[in-house]
């Protein structure tokens, strides 16, 4: 017998279980055991939007939610983002550890090499619409890359899913600039190998007459340190989508198209973009008492704060609050700053919010970062889900090389019609 267990007593028939207790968890599948007869088919959990299910285990990223905590292979995200590049910390999400110094030279290498994108690409690119939103483009545009790499569906083997995941993390900034470009009329630019990750994808967004583009360095810091801390976030929607998709063993093309379908939603990867319409919205801050209380009222939520694990605030926020003093040096201040500061002021004040446990999110102070560098709002999506493609698809390899893995198929409680024939036929 276990050490720790859970004993059951089935009031249906007065019968007791013992299920062991492991990690803090029973085995779902443990209380199939308990059925009122032999033509039961056992006993099941309802959960709703999967709020108390650990789907998996995982050694990726450890988030305390009560104390606001957030850890990527162990290490503080605190920490990752004052010393560390978003390439160094890729390889860490990645790989479990740190590189050596040849290791990361070797690993950037690699990125960088594979940061362009077949013609083709392009002149599919060029069929959306002038005014086509940029996560559309995105999401479209990363599925159809699984058509250029016949051996992309080798998910099995390890060397072809190495080589996937270097051309989708060097990839997404191609695409998401070329989103860019395309809203704005401007040609694409290519990449130029001669910059950081980051600086790279400010020289393919801005890049016009100059014959080099140099980016900005507080800006391509600024921009590392906002990657860094959108890398990973365990199992949020769009990471359980990409193991949902990935556990059919589609592609990764196809599973990451389908994690960014998830992540454009206003309630996860779109709340930034939800939050910069809001405040300007909102205008000035003496009209924030009247939005509290609309919010209050239930019209309408605070958008950039809750979370379904931090009850504390997000430690995310907190340096992406500092990562915004740098960029308003360079770019100058973002007038809805003040806004934004007074709004946090007085929710975090209000008994609603208090009550609830709200605070910031992520996504409350990135976009007012992302509009003073100069995108448009509806690039904020596509921001979060160039870095968020590292942990898809580290979580995607977690998923495939585990052996208790499985299809993700849940089951359901059927409250439709019963069985009924159709009428009659009139003769
Ligand atoms: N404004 C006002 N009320 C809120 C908010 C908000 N932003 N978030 C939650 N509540 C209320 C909610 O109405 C409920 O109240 P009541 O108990 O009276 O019914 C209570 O707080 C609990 O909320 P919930 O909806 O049960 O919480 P959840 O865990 O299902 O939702 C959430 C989490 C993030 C979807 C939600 O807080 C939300 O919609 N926030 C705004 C959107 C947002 O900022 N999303 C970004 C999340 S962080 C980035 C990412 O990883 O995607």
């Given amino acids: 017998m276990s050490e720790q267990g859970l004993t059951i007593t089935d009031d249906r028939t007065g019968k007791s279980y013992r299920l062991p207790i492991e990690n803090g968890t029973v085995r779902a ?10 033509d039961d ?16 285990k995982s050694a990726i990223t450890f988030i305390d939610g009560n104390k606001g905590i957030l850890e990527y292979r162990g290490y503080p995200v605190e920490q990752l983002a004052e010393n560390c590049s978003f390439l160094q910390v890729a390889y860490l999400i990645l790989s479990g550890e740190l590189p050596n110094e040849e290791q990361l030279a070797a690993w950037t290498y690699d990125i960088t090499h594979h940061t362009f994108v077949h013609e083709n690409i392009k002149t599919l690119m060029q069929a959306f619409r002038y005014d086509a939103h940029p996560m559309g483009m995105f999401i479209s545009t990363v599925a159809a890359l ?18 996937q995941i270097k051309r989708l993390i060097a990839k997404v ?37 100059e014959t080099k583009y140099t980016p900005n360095p507080a800006l391509e810091r600024a921009l590392d340190v906002l990657f860094i801390l959108h890398a990973d976030h365990e199992q949020n929607c ?26 454009y939603g206003p309630l996860h990867g779109g709340a930034n973009e939800e939050v ?52 308003f040096k360079v770019t100058g201040r973002n007038r809805l700053l ?5 709004l946090e002021r007085i929710a975090l004040e209000d008994e609603y919010f208090i009550s609830r446990k709200l605070y910031p999110n992520v996504d409350f102070y990135s ?46 409680i059927f409250v439709g019609h019963p069985r009924r024939d159709l009428p009659a036929k009139k003769s």
Wanted: glycine share 6%; aromatic share 10%.
């Fill in 367 to 412: 976009g007012i970062i992302y509009q003073a560098m100069g995108l448009p709002v509806a690039m904020f999506p596509v921001m979060f889900a160039i870095p968020r493609t590292v942990g898809w698809l580290a979580q995607w390899q977690e998923m495939i090389t585990d052996p208790e893995q499985k299809i993700a198929r849940p089951r359901q």
């Fill in 276 to 327: 910069l319409k809001m405040l300007t919205r909102i205008d000035h801050a003496e009209n924030i008492p009247q939005f509290i209380e609309r919010v209050k009222n239930g019209q309408g939520k605070l958008m950039g704060f809750g979370h379904r694990v931090y009850k504390n605030y997000d430690p995310r926020a907190r340096i992406i609050k500092r990562v915004a003093d740098d960029v």
């Fill in 173 to 209: 900034p191609t695409i998401a600039a070329y989103t860019y470009r395309h809203n704005r009329g401007l040609r694409y630019v290519y990449p130029d190998n001669d910059l950081s990750y980051t600086g790279n994808f400010l020289n393919m967004m801005f890049k016009m007459t």
């Fill in 41 to 56: 088919f056992g006993l099941m959990t309802y959960d709703p939007a999967l709020m108390n299910t650990a789907a998996t």
């Fill in 338 to 342: 003040d806004i934004a500061l007074e």
């Fill in 238 to 263: 769009s990471t359980n989508a990409m193991r949902a998709i990935g556990s059919s063993c589609a592609d990764p093309y196809s599973a990451a198209a389908g994690a960014a379908a998830a992540l």
């Fill in 29 to 38: 599948m443990d209380l199939r055991q308990i059925k009122t007869g032999p």
């Fill in 146 to 163: 699984s058509t250029f790499y016949a051996e992309a569906n080798q998910v099995s083997n390890a060397e072809a899913r190495l080589a």
